[in-house]
């Protein structure tokens, strides 16, 4: 398991962001959504877009338990759709026989 797996397996948020990333996630688009979740950055590679988006979602969530008025749950959303889609593009892919 790589790191970035690693930190993805251990990544803890409450119940109903992580429900609501999942039901959104059947309609992520990587080329639509992840300009608008990393400002205009340009599609990457899921192995580098990855750690990007965890630090976005580590800052927004930094923010959500800090109680800042600049938190946005539907920035933090769109931000756990981006990650878990590019997460899953990441993962190993069985070999057919």
Same mark, same amino acid.
């Given at each position: *398991?790589?790191?970035?797996? /690693?930190? @993805?397996? /251990? %990544?803890? &948020?409450?119940? %109903? %962001? +992580?429900?609501?990333?999942? /039901?959104?996630? $059947?309609?992520?688009? &990587?080329?639509?959504?992840?300009? &608008?979740?990393? #400002?205009?950055? !340009?599609? *990457? #590679?899921? #192995?580098?877009? $990855?750690?990007? @988006? *965890? ?7 930094? @923010?959500?338990? #800090?109680?800042?008025? !600049?938190? !946005? $749950? ?6 756990? +759709?981006? @990650? *878990?889609?590019?997460?899953? %593009?990441?993962?190993? &892919?069985?070999?057919?026989?």
């Amino acid at each position: *398991m790589t790191t970035t797996q /690693h930190a @993805l397996a /251990h %990544l803890r &948020r409450p119940r %109903l %962001l +992580i429900r609501a990333a999942q /039901h959104g996630l $059947v309609d992520y688009n &990587r080329r639509r959504d992840l300009k &608008r979740v990393l #400002s205009g950055v !340009s599609v *990457m #590679s899921p #192995s580098a877009t $990855v750690p990007l @988006l *965890m630090e976005r979602e580590d800052a927004l969530d930094a @923010l959500r338990q #800090s109680g800042d008025a !600049s938190y !946005s $749950v539907v920035r933090h959303v769109e931000t756990l +759709i981006a @990650l *878990m889609g590019e997460a899953n %593009l990441l993962a190993p &892919r069985p070999t057919p026989a």
